[in-house]
């Protein structure tokens, strides 16, 4: 009879060190105020848990006496060897015209760890992986528009006091972002063909073409015949890697006006409307990733 799971912790549990660094260069180039930075960050010795109840991939049908530890059902394992890192670089503009202000930004990213897909116990931190939070191009755009309008005054009855007020500009605000998709990755359900484990699997297909062949739409966003399913007693795990497609990109805009009006020095009353998403695009989540469904 098996027991449930046993878990190891390190005598010596290290939180890890996050190292991070920048650089930036400002700049005025013809009214244009121009900024360009660059972001990095570093992690290692970071945590990570992994079952390594499991036997080497191997063309040897599965048994439980194959597992390094035969008595328990899975033994987790709390590693301290991770890596992570962060480099990005940032262009950004603003600039006047009159009263209206320009702003826009742009942002590449590159954001990665070792100890991401830890399906194989024997082989984890020698691959990097994209981080499937993340995205690769991130661009933002907007403009601020005074309205300016006048003063004015309250008199509060004949014998009452007068309250002078200043009503402010109003202000029309508005912002678009284009952004390219998270990453995800491409799957299938099925026998272990490591061997590795008893009953069906969810896990990565072999790599054998490009996914981004053909027009993406959404009934087919990536071309499913760039995979193949690794026969049941391949021995081995497929040789794709994790977060190695692109979902639906960020294509948005949004407005909003606002406008204070100041009954003396100390009051405020602010007025707000704000419209999102003002052209109606519809966005989408990644897609069915499961090459073992059909749709």
Known sequence: MLFRSITALPTKTDEGVIRQFNGTLDAALRGVGLRISYIGSRGVNMNYMLDINKPRASTTPFTTARKPYPLWASAN??????KWKYDSAVVSAQR?????????????ANNTSNYA????????????????ADRKSYFTAGATVPVPLGKGHAVLGQAGPVVNFFISNWKIQAIA??????????????????NASQGFVTQLPDCTGDPNAGARTLAQWFNPGAFTIPGATAGRYGSCGMNTL???????AHASASKTVAFGETVKLVFTAQFSNVTNSPHFTIPNNNLSTPN
């Not at 394992?77 to 991770?82: A, N």
């Open 246 to 252: 692109e979902g639906y990109p960020i294509h948005v």
């Open 96 to 108: 006047w015209v009159g009263v209206v202000a320009f702003q826009a930004s742009y942002t590449r």
């Open 117 to 132: 897909n830890t399906t194989d116990p024997y082989n984890v931190t020698n691959v990097w992986t994209e981080d499937g």
């Open 77 to 82: 394992e709390v590693r301290t060897d991770g």
């Open 177 to 194: 972002t284009l952004a390219s998709g998270q990453f995800y990755s491409p799957l299938f359900t099925g026998a272990d063909p490591a």
